[in-house]
RNA sequence: GGGCGAAUAGCUCAGUUGGUCCAGAGCGCCUGCCUUACAAGCAGGAAGUCGGGGGUUCGAAUCCCUCUUCGCCCACCA
């Protein structure tokens, strides 16, 4: 028999340390690869490596808890695989920061030595957000925590590289790419993300230069400055208005470089005046409508930091001068001259860098690209075949849509921080040949000259889309990948449906031609009571260890999931703490109570209920266990779909209204001894109390634990103990019914008393 | 320019296929209780014409149309 000897409060600080150290060595979270049970794999979305964790990390990794803790009790192979993402340009970015607090550029140090300071930084600040994950209670499982610069994980990089430029699938190519001039590195599509921005449009007049003393023609354009870039103008082949004016040519404004005017069907007539200016170099669509027309030079005007270039088609004194301060020194001479003929107010969306905010330049350079219709194919078959199922399914329509859209990949990054692309040079100009290979190659492939490695690394996102296989050790047939791979569930947020999440359904299917997981479960945004995204920068966020170390782990993960419906958002009051979590820990308090009073009211170990005869049940002891059943079953179900929200709601409310409300109250007498059948009370509440526990316990891993081990007879780890089953015996609508009837009775009378 | 989501009690939000879980939960508020599991608690109570308007239906918070107000995503009109 155990002594009772809990404390009147819980204390979630006293105990939860302890509960993850006695799970850990207990081997609960490791999934046996040799198991016969049936897997269920849940992969983390990998944080990077040196983040530190905060509310979103909290929502997103309980939910994952809750269902992998779920499964594990259900009694499948449950494998949690936790692990952190390089995260290329973010890192590589923050240690730019570091230097630059030295007045350093990553230049001075070289890229070796730049290397070896992020490496630094990277062991010293890294892996911190996965003990911080212990800390909310998490179970993943730790030994086999993969990082995606591990050594295993980077082959897998290469041979991806190395694959997909073998089936024709990747290639270099001179292209407008998005730049960050700032990052000094391109950007993907996804990347270079859009922002309002109110700017100008400007009419540029630009004179003839075939014939004097005629007005010209005006253009309409918002970047005044890449006119030096222009290599001819066009208007629609259609547009009465201009239709002498094929042929003919105009001077560039400032420069006096002669261009031509053509016609193109890409203009829109009814933008501005009509007449586009064409610059190839710095604009992606420009850059197409010159390459149909044929025979044009891309002149590039602008450097890599987006300063004027110096080169001849630049005005002297606008070379070297940044873009904006050249857009107002252009501004204000063509005003001198009378060419600028008017400006106007003009709204648009204009892409940053998603990393350190700078307008992105595009940008005319060699790239790397992945060429994506072929992948998209299986990605968007496996969605409307109904093999890879979303929730909520709304996000479904946007997968699909980005997937039909789909464009090629730019996957180069001029960085220093990340996988190095496996691509060797031949040094010989009139070679030219690049041999892509594994391992640094002794020689050309082609000549047999010396090479040289590509300087570029791969996008971040290139080693994240492999996540739910080359962390089992692929493209080696390992024990793990046979048995674990294709996963289960991903949860994640739906911002990150493009980059991530679509591509490893791609990269699933292509490598391995299975999906990487069945169900894409998105969970919402965690903001704060004014509906704004909670983050650091903003000054708006709640740090998940404070809550913890306030209020309990159980707390928090009971407030996260309780407040998460369905794919929608978790608002908390970041100013009021007690607000958004009182409630879990009230909670948690109250379950320890309920224990505290069966385990004090418990004389030894009771009669195991299936020994006691139901003919001896009275009312409310059929009234609870029914309810038991039924909670049981909407839990089970709840979970099942996803209602994370709805599962827990339900047992608290089994818990609180029920259990200690009604149960607890109506059986007082009998434990007290003034009236009959004690032992038939104590069997039953022993009984709901280990199924309340169970219930529980996804959501709230330490308490449960805690009590569980209290409870009265030899206890193995609650975290490593069955599901309840739901008893169809149990379930009783007579005695629900009747005791609906005594409920309402009595609080009539409370209510007249009162 | 397309698409999506939200609008329900003072606050934050649930409400699954339209009908006795359809007006709910937590917090807050009011009244009374330190009743030997719990004051992080107990008992009782007030509080919403479910954003506006129209429609379908025997019946609508729930389905359709429309309007208003927020928010998000996508998009090569420079």
Redesign the pocket.
Known sequence: MTTIT?A?????LAIEGSIYRRWLDAGVFTADVTSDSEPYVIVIPPPNVTDILHMGHGLNNTLQDVLIRFERMRGREALWLPGTDHAGIATQNVVERLLYAENKTRHDLGREAFVERVWTHVNAKGGTILRQLEAIGCSCDWSRTRFTFDEEYSRAVRTVFVRLHQDGLIYRGLRVIHWCPRCHTSLS??EA??R?RQDH?YYIRYQFADAEGQDGVV?????PE?MFGDVCLV??PEDDRFKELEGRTVTIPMSGVRIPIKTSR????????????V?PAH????F?IADELGGFDQPSILTEDANMSDVPRVPEQLRGVERAAARTQIVAALEASGQMEKMEP?H???RHCYRCHPIVEPRLSDQWFVRMKPLAKPALAAYREGRLRVV?E??G??YE??LE?I?DWNISRQLWWGHQIPAWHCTDDGCGHITVAMDAPRACESCGGPVRQDEDVLDTWFSSWLWPFATFGWPNETRDLTRFYPGHTLVTA??I??FWVARMVMAGYHFLGERPFETVFFN?IV?D?????MSKSAGNGIDPLEVVAQ??AD?LRFTLVG???????????PN?L???F??G??????V???A???M??LDGEPTPLDQVDPAQFELADRWILSRCQRTIA?AT??LD?F?T??AV??V??FT??E????Y??QV?PRLYGVADGGDVARSILCSVLESTLRLLHPFTPYITEELWQHLPGERVLLAGSPWPQSDEQLCDDDAETEFGRVKAL???I??I??
């Open positions: 809990l009147p409060k819980y204390d979630p599509d996804e993300e859009f309002d449009l253009v309409a354009t918002t970047r890449t208007f629609h890409a203009v829109e007539r009814d933008f501005g005046t009509g007449m586009l200016k610059t604009d992606a669509n420009d197409d003009y648009h969306a204009v909520p709304r996000w329509a946007v849509n980005w859209q464009r739906p911002d449906i493009f919402g903001r009571t004014e509906h704004r995204k209020f309990g707390a407040g998460a419906a369905v794919g929608t958002d978790v608002i908390l009051d009021d007690e607000t958004s009182g409630p820990r009230n909670f948690a308090n109250k320890w109570n309920i505290r009073f069966i004090t009211n909407s179900e709840s779909r209602r929200n709805d709601n339900d608290y409310h609180w209204s259990l200690a409300d009604w607890l109250e007082k009595v609080t009539a409370r209510s008393r009162a």
